[in-house]
């Protein structure tokens, strides 16, 4: 069972560990709980303390609904937290805390109540500025101690909602104050009484959800029930692929973006993807079309394909993948719909490769090699050649293919599943082809010639 909480100026990381176990992320920005609940094993809470409201979009509404509709329990309070959990609270997500009732009954009604200006990662995202929530909540302590009157109170509350979130600091207001002509000795008892009853409102919510959280999850609830349609529109599934993420080899996640901006670097192999990604997205469509559904030996036979060609084992694999046991069943389950509907589509894939291939302008370079064998075999009398006159029988044959030019993989493929992934008919056909390759480069050696290059791009690639 796995916890999130989003965190920084108005609680420390650490700080939250004293309350509940959790894993413990940055403040939430645009996709970030979208991309805990798509990459978090295990994920059954969320708990939203603080988030961006500056220089970066916000945590947006939605993302917290699709946490919801996967049965994800979401708790909010004291910042971004408190705002998204009254605007959600009808929705299921769970508002903690006296700010957030504050906003729900609508006695404060602003973000900029909670926003405060922080330092940057390094330095712990250490507050630069003082929340209006937590003057308010001081004031009001103040008043309560007969420190100060409501006209001054009223004056400081005045000066510090006109004044920009980032520049509110006490000593400030209470400067503002004096040149207005707030009671001087309210004032100053205000300034003696300051470091030690100054209320911190946001940070006692936080502690307060995550006390809930950890009472709440404690029996091991069931997953959250929606009451509610997630409505999934065409806006949505582009926020979705742009903020998904890869785990990361140090600590975090890695944009997506950042990847495919070292793709597009290659501009040749990106468009290369680009097309192999739109033929797996028709063929996942045309799957779902058809109502496919692979089995669970299929998903099997899959598995062992992949890491088979890979040449790597399962943990290898899922580490350089950058997949977790949850993405694997996911990826595992399209890759076998995408062979499902190739097996299915076989002679329409037939009818469009040579047209394919003169899109890329690679059909001179295979048809050229395609003559120059076809002469050398003449040559030698064998362009009629079978397997079973060759000499040859297809395992080797096999081997030989698998040794020179697919060199640490397939060496275990069985011959039918071999002949399917290469577009031959059966097992026969394809040895058939290997048996020509074969003399062809047998032909090229006694004569001392090197035949052309069987590559359809032999650039050097970066690295």
Not at 208 to 221: E, N, W
């Amino acid at each position: 069972m796995t916890i999130v909480v989003f965190c920084g100026p108005t609680i420390s990381a650490a700080e939250v560990q004293e309350h509940v176990e959790a894993v413990c992320r940055p403040p939430a920005a645009h996709g970030d709980i979208l991309r805990a609940v798509e990459t978090t094993p295990g994920l059954r809470a969320i708990g939203l303390i603080d988030g961006f409201f500056r220089n970066v979009p916000a945590v947006r509404h939605k993302e917290i609904l699709w946490a919801l509709q996967a049965g994800i329990h979401v708790f909010g309070a004291a910042s971004m937290g408190a705002l998204r959990a009254a605007e959600l609270a009808d929705f299921g997500m769970v508002g903690v805390g006296t700010i957030f009732e504050d906003l729900k009954i609508g006695r404060i009604e602003d973000d900029d109540e909670v926003a405060v200006e922080h330092g940057p990662a390094e330095l712990g995202y250490i507050p630069l500025s003082d929340a209006m929530v937590d003057i308010r909540a001081t004031l009001d302590a103040a008043c309560a101690a007969d420190l100060i009157g409501d006209e001054t109170r009223g004056q400081l509350l005045d000066h510090g909602k006109a004044t920009f979130y980032a520049d509110r600091h006490w000593p400030d207001l209470i400067r503002q104050s004096r040149i207005a002509g707030a009671d001087a000795r309210e004032l100053t008892a205000l300034e003696d009484w300051l470091p030690t009853g100054r209320v911190n409102r946001k940070r006692l919510d936080a502690v307060a959800m995550l006390t809930a959280i950890r009472q709440f999850m404690a029996p091991d609830p069931a997953p959250f029930m929606p009451g509610f349609a997630f409505e999934r529109t065409e806006a949505w599934e582009r926020d979705r692929a742009a903020a998904r993420a890869l785990s990361s080899e140090g600590d975090g996640l890695l944009l997506i973006e950042d990847v495919l901006d070292e793709l597009r670097l290659l501009p040749r192999d990106h468009a290369r993807i680009r097309r192999e990604a739109l033929s797996r997205a028709l063929a996942l469509h045309e799957a779902k079309r058809r109502g496919l559904a692979p089995t669970d030996d299929v998903l099997e036979n899959v598995l062992r394909d992949w890491l088979r060609e890979l040449g790597a084992g399962l943990s290898r694999t899922l580490r350089e993948s950058r997949l977790n046991e949850m993405e694997l069943e996911a990826f595992l389950r399209e890759e076998a719909l995408v062979r499902q509907v190739v097996d299915l589509s076989d002679e329409a894939i037939r009818a469009a490769l040579l047209n394919t291939l003169r899109s890329r302008g690679w059909l001179h370079a295979l048809a050229a090699r395609a003559e120059a064998k076809k002469r050398a075999l003449e040559e030698m009398g064998k362009d009629s050649v079978a397997t079973h006159t060759g000499g040859i029988s297809p395992a080797d044959l096999q081997a030989w293919f698998c040794r020179e030019l697919a060199p640490g993989r397939l060496f275990t493929v069985r011959p039918e599943q071999l002949a399917a992934r290469l577009g031959y008919d059966d097992p026969s056909t394809m040895s058939r082809a290997l048996l020509r390759e074969y003399y062809y480069r047998q032909h090229s050696t006694q004569k001392g010639i090197t035949p052309p290059a069987l590559s359809l791009d032999d650039r050097n690639n970066f690295p």
